[in-house]
């Protein structure tokens, strides 16, 4: 548990370099591990994210934190849309040049870049999606107005992050997952890179949440810009999608 909570208090103090290292060993493995630990759910609730962004038909959108590609190949695949996708780590982002090669690689393009000052002037971009990430960094309002702000006035914007179930005896049940069976899950599936993400996630999630209730998240998303803010959880509630549109 001091390990544990340890890690979270890192990816406090320097979230940028903590990302790099937390992601560096993952991105080989990272699509399917992704689906195997989280018992395919991560699959449902990508697909949920990106229903809301395909439906606007964009024609160009940005996905932050892209990671090895599969939410930008998932909009590709759902949409007629160009895409950039920007993440800070180069590692991810080879990954996601090698997967994008199969058939994509003439409607997807990769930045490396921080979500904290993205490389694209003022609406810029039809839509933006962005997956596990408000975890990963200082000032989550300060990232959801940087990331508004490269948005067409009416483009949406939508998102897809981990969530702690509001019911108890569910609540129980994903914490033991989380505190015990993930890190075990991913050391014996992934490595020792794995365990590390496995053992950070659980109280990472939490931390979060007590620091950042989703009450307060979708506050930050309208003091940002964003309007019309919805969201719904998914799978018991450890998964949650919300999506708005850009404030004229
Ligand atoms: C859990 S992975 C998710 C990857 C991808 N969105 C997906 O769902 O498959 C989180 C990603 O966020 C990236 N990341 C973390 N902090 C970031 C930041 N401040 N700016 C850009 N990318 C960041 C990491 O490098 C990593 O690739």
Known sequence: MIIFNRRVRA?????????????????????????????AQDRRWRTEMIRHVASSRPMLALDVACGPGAVAIQLARSSEAKIVGVDLSPEMLHAASENIAHG?????????????ELP???????????????????????VLKEL??????????????FAVPARAHWRALWWIYTRVVLPAAGLLTGGRGWMNVGSFLGPSISSHYRR?????????????????????????????????????
Do not use: C
């Not at 508004?148 to 992050?161: M, Q």
């Not at 019309?228 to 919300?242: A, K, Q």
């Open 120 to 142: 694209f002037p003022d609406a810029t971009f039809d839509a933006l999606t962005f997956t596990y990430l408000l975890r990963y960094v200082a000032d989550p309002q300060a």
């Open 104 to 116: 994509y690689a003439d409607r997807i393009w990769l930045v490396r870049g921080h979500a904290e």
């Open 148 to 161: 508004a702000r490269v948005v067409k006035p009416g483009g949406r914007i939508a998102s897809l992050e």
């Open 11 to 39: 990816s406090r103090r320097r979230p940028n370099q903590f990302s790099r290292e937390l992601f560096a060993p993952l991105p080989k493995k990272y699509n399917s591990l992704a689906q195997v630990l989280s018992f």
């Open 212 to 248: 950042y209730p989703i009450d307060w998240t979708v506050d930050a998303w309208r003091h940002a810009g964003i309007d019309h803010v919805e969201w719904r959880t998914m799978s018991l509630g450890g998964g949650l999608v919300m999506w708005g549109y850009r404030a004229d």
